[in-house]
């Protein structure tokens, strides 16, 4: 065990780290956390709604969910171009890179005004990573050339031909793919994406979306740098449910960020579903166990945990760790077995404050007061896993304490 621990922490640890500092995949995981912002104002609204529904008096603020989440796939366009030229040190492109993705992604997405909510809304959101990574590309090997470095031109001028060019090349050859062959690139990307997103609305796919990041997470790398992965396919996923239910349907697709994370289920306390542990360390024996699960009981109730995954600590840490990837795939199989069996709501709706307390946000997510009850049993679940491990901790944690003492 302890080979397999100084393995995981001296490095695969480092060796993912190193992985997800790499320019174009943390150009991907900065994008896909810079949008948050216009997830969340889509999530406010929704929420809005649902409080309207009971109170119809109340304005309609469905145009702002519209022009936030409904055109996230072109600020993700923007967003990818703006941070690929970032992460690659091409200051001077980091604006006009951005602004050029949207440009090819209106020619990608065939945008009119009849298309324009349906081909920009989050069902084109990997057309949109799709068009920036491309741009950034064309981009970042035309900066690589220091076309007129030296040159005695002007620099405004100079800057002025080094973005004319880049542009004519990327709208050139998407104007060739889209105009001149009529080849549905939009189609295509979408197409390229869907198996991703199919295998992902499967149990194993939920399974692995789940413990993946967990597992990471337990080596101390953010899960933050899978929401490149995860996003797209959140989303995607949501908005085929809201879809469907505004058709007149039932939402199907149990794999969402609702799912995951709002409803506070599968991240019950955070990411490893650490609820459970703090509040056996607020009755531990030992005292620093004590004090520091007293200490990190607010913010785990909001379902806030690095306190207790790096105080605790759960990193590294290989009695912590079996429970917390345990609980990663008990959480995503409780959860789609109830929904499946229609035993709890599927979120149809954006929510994504994931930050409100279970069971209130549970309630709130799926609109359903079964989730007060599905939440208890889970937690009780959670529990009985982390028990065993955290009174072998514990037991060492007090044979400290009182060699300390003598």
Not at 129 to 138: E, K, N, P, R, Y
């Amino acid at each position: 065990m302890n080979g397999i621990m100084n393995w995981l922490e001296n490095s695969f640890a480092p060796a993912m780290k190193e992985l997800f500092a790499r320019p174009w995949i943390a150009a991907v995981s900065a994008t896909m956390q810079k949008i948050i912002p216009y997830i969340l104002t889509g999530s406010v609204i929704y929420f809005y709604n649902v409080i309207q529904s009971f109170v119809p008096v109340l304005p309609d603020l469905s145009a702002i969910a519209n022009y936030s989440f409904g055109l996230i796939t072109l600020i993700v366009a923007f967003m990818m171009g703006n941070q690929c030229m970032e992460k690659l040190n091409h200051p001077e492109y980091i604006t006009i890179c951005g602004i050029t993705s949207v440009c090819v992604l209106f020619m990608v997405a065939n945008v009119t005004p009849d298309a324009l909510m349906g081909n920009l809304g989050p069902s084109g959101i990997a057309c949109g990573m799709i068009v920036g990574l491309f741009t950034s590309l064309v981009f970042h090997l035309w900066g690589n050339l220091n076309f007129l470095k030296d040159s005695s031109i002007p620099d405004f001028v100079t800057s002025w031909i080094n973005a004319i060019i880049p542009n004519l090349i990327v709208l050139g050859i998407t104007m060739v793919l889209t105009q001149v062959l009529n080849f549905d690139l939009y189609a295509a990307f979408v197409a390229l994406f869907m198996p991703v997103s199919a295998i992902a609305q499967t149990l194993p796919g939920f399974i692995l979306i789940c413990f993946v990041p967990a597992f990471f997470y337990t080596l101390g790398v953010s899960s933050w740098a899978f929401g490149a992965i995860t996003t797209p396919l959140f989303l995607m996923g949501i908005q085929a449910n809201i879809d469907a239910v505004a058709a007149g349907g039932v939402a199907t697709n149990i794999v969402t960020s609702e799912s995951t994370f709002t409803l506070a289920f599968v991240t019950m306390g955070g990411m490893c579903a650490t609820l459970g542990l703090n509040v056996l360390m607020c009755f531990s024996k030992s005292k620093q166990l004590k004090t520091l699960g007293n200490i990190m009981i607010a913010p785990s109730i909001f379902n806030i945990n690095e306190p207790v995954m790096f105080g605790a600590p759960v990193v590294f840490n290989p009695l912590l760790m079996l429970p917390a990837w345990i609980n990663s795939v008990i959480g995503p199989v409780y959860v789609w077995v109830i929904m499946r069996l229609g035993l709890l709501n599927i979120p149809s709706k954006l929510i994504q404050v994931g930050q409100i307390p279970a069971p209130i946000c549970s309630v709130m997510v799926t609109e359903d007061m079964r989730a007060l009850l599905w939440w208890a049993v889970l937690f009780v679940i959670y529990l009985v896993v982390w028990y065993p491990f955290f009174k072998a901790y514990e037991k060492q944690k007090l044979e400290e304490e009182n060699a300390a003492q003598k």
